[in-house]
Every structure is written in structure tokens, then in C-alpha cells.
């Protein structure tokens, strides 16, 4: 769904190594939606001060010092959603009802918040267009 190009900005022939890296990927023949979103990563950008990269879109970071994961990570989730046509949604779950079980099996639960005091969960999910369809005609409250 994505590729994720990670670069050494420090070593000498970065330019040559990213230049040698996309002639691979295009006699890959791969989608060109799949090319036209690649991810560009700038590692060890700790070694160099001040760095700013001088691609459009590149992200700066440095995997050994943290700086730039948390940007790193966010790109890659708003691009995988978008190539898979997926969504992140919070829905409010019954938990006498079958609505958790269900999400379980046709989405990706990533969080459930329990509220004991109604009997219900508070549920944050990646689920496509079709799935919460099918969750909106099963559980229509």
C-alpha cells in the first residue's frame, strides 16, 4: 500500500543512492499511484545542525534520537488510510449488545474506553466504507 524510503542524509552520496533506488522501483513496474506516494524519510539529521531537507515533502528524523517519529508516523497512517480507502472513527458500543464483537471481526479495534456506569465503550476504529455501512444498517443507534 505505501513505501517508505529511508535515507541516510549524512552519507556522501545520498543523491545518487535515491536516484538509484527510484530507477529499481520503476523497472519494478509498480502501480505509479503506489511511486506518486512515496514516502521520503531524511535519517541522522541529528549529525547535521540545522537541518532542513531540501526535497518537497521529505520528513526530517532521527531514529536515534526520536525527533521526527511522531511527524513519521502520522504521514504514514494518513497515507495508508487513504490508499486503502480506510477511516479512523470512535463509535459509541453497547457492551450487552453484539457491537464490539462485531467490530472485532470486520474492523481494527485499536482502543476501547469503558464507561461502566451506562454499560457502554467508547471503541476507536480503522474500518472501510463498506464495513461501517454494514455496522450503520446492523446497529442503527
Known amino acids: 500500500d505505501l513505501i517508505v524510503h529511508v535515507r541516510d542524509i549524512t552519507h556522501p552520496e545520498t543523491i545518487l543512492q535515491k536516484a538509484t533506488v527510484l530507477s529499481v522501483l520503476k523497472n519494478l513496474n509498480l502501480p505509479s499511484h503506489l511511486l ?3 514516502v521520503e524519510v531524511h535519517n541522522k539529521v541529528d549529525l547535521i545542525e540545522r537541518y532542513k ?3 518537497e515533502n521529505a520528513l526530517a528524523i532521527s531514529a536515534l534520537h526520536g525527533h521526527g517519529l511522531e511527524e513519521l508516523k502520522q504521514e504514514i497512517e494518513k497515507k495508508i488510510l487513504t490508499a486503502t480507502g480506510k477511516k479512523i472513527l470512535t463509535v459509541n458500543v453497547n457492551l ?3 457491537q ?3 467490530l472485532y471481526k470486520e474492523a481494527t479495534v485499536q482502543e476501547v474506553e469503558v464507561m461502566p456506569e451506562d454499560g457502554t465503550a467508547r471503541v476507536k476504529v480503522i474500518i472501510g466504507n463498506s464495513a461501517f455501512g454494514r455496522y450503520k ?3 442503527p443507534n
Open 36 to 38: 506518486d506516494s512515496i
Open 53 to 55: 531537507p531540501s526535497e
Open 96 to 98: 450487552e449488545g453484539p
Open 100 to 102: 464490539l464483537s462485531w
Open 137 to 139: 444498517n446492523l446497529f
